[in-house]
């Protein structure tokens, strides 16, 4: 959420208005305003040994989070869940692997989008964060 990361949601609102705020959270295009450079370098996030070798955004929209989601999806976590459903399958399981992802409110609505065939306008009015992977099977 750029400059909004770990701020109170209602100081926010004082500070740009709701529907700007709105905008930030649950639209697609826009970028909230972007944190500050310490922020994700040196002592930031990049210090942090799991952001190692990978840039970190100052901000990002939903559209900027599918970009960068989409290869991990499509290249990592789609084929191992389809591969863990057909051992499922083939070792006669009733039940396919359940999976649990934990990720931002962004990443979480960009995977919703690609499973679901969601378009813009739909993502965006979504809330929910589970989702469950039986488009898979």
Known sequence: YGALQGRDKK???REHGLRQVQQWRRGYRQRPPPCEEAAVSGTGLAADRRYEGVEVPRA???????GRTQPFLHETLFPQLREAV????ALGAEDV???LVCSSEHAI??????LEGLS??????????????STLT
């Open 86 to 89: 057909m051992v499922a399958d």
């Open 60 to 66: 990002e929209s939903l559209e900027d989070c599918i």
């Open 109 to 114: 609505r960009s995977i919703c989008m690609e």
């Open 97 to 99: 692997p359940t999976v």
């Open 11 to 13: 100081e926010c609102v």
């Open 120 to 133: 813009e306008e739909q993502v965006c009015g979504r809330r929910e964060a589970g989702l469950t992977l």
